[in-house]
């Protein structure tokens, strides 16, 4: 294949943030493959994710990326937090984050992990079926429960809809049954599917609460919550709806569609805070043709770092640059990127556009790579986990140091 030359020079995305430019990370005297997070960009997205939506109090869906650096970040500029396990909330308390300013989020959470929440303090409980309910009545008394509505998640990359989720049908029925239970009706979320593409998904699903809303007031229930859950986007290559976007269209469909205002607003951002705040710099370790294919094999793949990219029948494009000299000027080939493992499904990227020269040594870089990377990570056939590094912000903090160092060694799990 020949290679060609760009019409026009290509520039970073303008998501890319400041302090993480190929010339900045260069000057990094670590091995790679590392993940570096630039904490004053998490700092800034939440400030911009309030900005859109007033009144909405955040709690980040720390699964994406517990790494307590962040954590710390969040805490201090003022956002609440949403786990979906036991060992969440451990994590939180190491950081002094109160459990009862935490929401437990999980639909279906084992016993045990609810009976500790409770004993810590936390006393709010999401739920979608009457199983979770009893379960919830029996080891955590007297909690505040708020039901996980099934919404249409159709223009969301990950649909959790299959797994998740009460019919609208069962809704009113479900909520007066936890009082029966002996539990407080509290609220209502959902969740319009992650990496959401259509801002018209949140206003559709705050219609079905707002109607559910009004019917509960016939049986003397007034609920306190309405949590808008996750699924806010962040850039990666494709065009997605900005935080403004959203909030032009959450804030309206607030006004109009509940019959009445609920003391807390909640919303669950994950991904949108964190994703753009990272690039993952990984070495080439191999390059080969392959039936007239050109391979480039990195040495962070799907198991240790980028399991998004095989989650989707799709695909999953991320922004790349190089370290390669003159990138964005000097000719370029397509190029399937695999991972280390010895495993063909390791393989990320096809067709991406990466200079012609690159060789066995040189760095690529990967954007938007702060969410869902290592806290899918495993180890597998021997290959670890990028490192984690931090700039800006809290990146020095002590106890935020030793936790993830701790976390580095224990190895990370994780999920939508």
Same mark, same amino acid.
């Given at each position: 294949? #020949?290679?060609? &030359?760009?019409?026009?020079?290509?520039a970073?995305?303008?998501?890319?943030?400041?302090?993480l430019?190929?010339?900045?990370?260069?000057?990094?005297?670590?091995? #790679?493959?590392?993940?570096?997070?630039?904490?004053?960009?998490?700092?800034?997205?939440?400030a911009?994710?309030?900005?859109?939506?007033?009144?909405?109090?955040?709690?980040?869906?720390?699964?994406? =990326?517990?790494?307590?650096?962040?954590?710390? #970040?969040?805490?201090?500029?003022?956002?609440?937090?949403?786990?979906?396990?036991?060992?969440? &909330?451990?994590?939180?308390?190491?950081?002094? *984050?109160?459990?009862?300013?935490?929401?437990?989020?999980? +639909?279906?959470?084992?016993?045990?992990?609810?009976?500790?929440?409770?004993?810590?303090?936390?006393?709010?409980f999401?739920?979608?079926?009457?199983?979770?309910?009893?379960?919830? !009545?029996?080891?955590?008394?007297?909690?505040?429960?708020?039901?996980?509505?099934?919404?249409?998640?159709t223009?969301?990359? /990950?649909?959790?809809?299959?797994?998740?989720?009460?019919?609208?049908?069962?809704?009113?029925?479900?909520?007066?049954? !936890?009082r029966?239970l002996?539990?407080?009706?509290?609220?209502?979320?959902?969740?319009?599917?992650?990496?959401?593409?259509?801002?018209?998904?949140?206003?559709?699903?705050?219609?079905?609460?707002?109607?559910?809303?009004?019917?509960?007031?016939?049986?003397?229930?007034?609920?306190?919550?309405?949590?808008?859950?996750?699924?806010?986007?962040?850039?990666? *290559?494709?065009?997605?709806?900005?935080?403004?976007?959203?909030?032009?269209?959450?804030?309206?469909?607030?006004?109009?569609?509940?019959?009445?205002?609920?003391?807390?607003?909640?919303a669950?951002?994950?991904?949108?805070?964190?994703?753009?705040?990272?690039?993952?710099?990984?070495?080439?370790?191999?390059?080969?043709?392959?039936a007239?294919?050109?391979? &480039?094999?990195?040495?962070?793949?799907?198991y240790?770092?980028?399991?998004?990219?095989?989650?989707?029948?799709?695909?999953?494009? /991320?922004?790349?640059?190089?370290?390669? +000299?003159?990138?964005? !000027?000097?000719?370029?080939l397509?190029?399937? *990127?695999?991972?280390?493992?010895?495993?063909?499904?390791?393989?990320?990227?096809?067709?991406?556009?990466?200079?012609?020269?690159?060789?066995?040594?040189?760095?690529?870089?990967?954007?938007?790579?702060?969410?869902? %990377?290592?806290?899918? !990570?495993?180890? /597998? =056939?021997?290959?670890?986990?990028? #490192?984690?590094?931090?700039?800006?912000?809290?990146?020095?903090?002590?106890?935020?140091?030793?936790?993830?160092?701790?976390?580095?060694?224990?190895?990370? %799990?994780?999920?939508?």
């Amino acid at each position: 294949m #020949t290679a060609a &030359l760009t019409g026009t020079r290509p520039a970073l995305p303008a998501q890319w943030p400041a302090a993480l430019t190929p010339d900045c990370l260069a000057v990094i005297d670590m091995p #790679t493959p590392y993940l570096v997070t630039d904490l004053d960009t998490v700092a800034h997205r939440l400030a911009a994710f309030t900005a859109a939506l007033p009144g909405v109090r955040p709690f980040y869906a720390m699964k994406c =990326n517990p790494a307590p650096e962040i954590l710390a #970040t969040l805490r201090d500029h003022g956002a609440g937090f949403e786990i979906a396990s036991l060992g969440e &909330l451990r994590m939180l308390e190491r950081l002094g *984050v109160d459990p009862a300013g935490v929401l437990y989020s999980n +639909p279906v959470k084992p016993p045990a992990h609810i009976a500790a929440a409770h004993a810590a303090g936390l006393w709010r409980f999401s739920f979608d079926s009457a199983n979770e309910l009893r379960k919830i !009545a029996e080891h955590a008394p007297g909690s505040a429960v708020y039901l996980r509505l099934l919404v249409d998640d159709t223009s969301s990359s /990950f649909p959790l809809s299959r797994k998740f989720g009460a019919e609208v049908a069962e809704a009113h029925d479900l909520l007066v049954l !936890a009082r029966r239970l002996g539990l407080r009706p509290y609220g209502i979320t959902f969740h319009v599917g992650s990496q959401c593409g259509d801002a018209g998904a949140w206003r559709h699903a705050i219609g079905a609460a707002g109607a559910i809303m009004s019917g509960l007031l016939t049986a003397g229930i007034r609920l306190e919550m309405i949590d808008l859950g996750g699924g806010f986007p962040a850039r990666y *290559v494709a065009d997605v709806p900005s935080i403004a976007e959203i909030g032009a269209m959450v804030l309206p469909a607030l006004a109009e569609l509940l019959p009445y205002r609920p003391g807390l607003l909640a919303a669950e951002p994950g991904r949108h805070l964190v994703a753009e705040a990272a690039v993952m710099a990984v070495a080439v370790i191999g390059r080969e043709v392959r039936a007239g294919e050109h391979w &480039l094999f990195v040495e962070v793949g799907a198991y240790n770092g980028m399991m998004e990219t095989v989650q989707l029948p799709t695909g999953w494009d /991320f922004p790349m640059w190089s370290s390669v +000299p003159g990138h964005g !000027a000097v000719a370029t080939l397509p190029f399937t *990127v695999t991972g280390p493992s010895c495993d063909s499904s390791d393989t990320m990227f096809q067709g991406v556009a990466l200079p012609a020269d690159i060789a066995v040594g040189d760095i690529v870089y990967i954007g938007s790579a702060g969410a869902y %990377t290592l806290s899918y !990570a495993s180890a /597998f =056939n021997g290959f670890a986990p990028p #490192t984690p590094l931090f700039v800006g912000g809290r990146a020095s903090e002590p106890d935020a140091r030793e936790l993830t160092d701790e976390l580095v060694r224990a190895g990370t %799990t994780g999920g939508h």
